[in-house]
């Protein structure tokens, strides 16, 4: 069982950056596909950004130029840099990894972007 978990979250003012983090655990080898998605209130979970293991990477069009997705050194960790957030960009954000055909989810860490 795949496990996985987000950080990073929190309150920032518009035009400020935050950088979430996720481990995931549960095996010992690499989870190839990772990815951040984010769920803002009343609406659907969305894609914000996917990285293979080989660094291939694809973002939402409307955080490209903004957020930067990245793997970490050590094995199944991913990496989300935000800058320039604006309010809509509020939402609970969703660590992803696929493994064993399916998509496994953390708990979400909540992104705040007020004034």
């Known amino acids: 069982q795949i496990q996985l978990v987000e950080s990073g979250g929190g309150l920032v003012q518009p035009g400020g950056s935050l950088r979430l983090s996720c481990a995931a655990s549960g095996t010992m080898l690499s989870i190839n596909l990772m990815g951040w998605y984010r769920q803002a209130p009343g609406k659907e979970r969305q894609l914000v950004a996917t990285v293979t293991s080989t660094g291939n990477t694809n973002y939402a069009n409307s955080v490209k130029g903004r957020f930067t997705i990245s793997r970490g050194n050590a094995k199944n960790t991913v990496y989300l840099q935000m800058n320039s957030l604006n309010p809509e960009d509020t939402a609970v954000y969703y660590c992803?990894?696929?493994?064993?055909?399916?998509?496994?989810w953390g708990k979400g860490t909540l992104v705040t972007v007020s004034s």
């Open positions: 992803m990894g696929f493994w064993g055909d399916m998509a496994h």
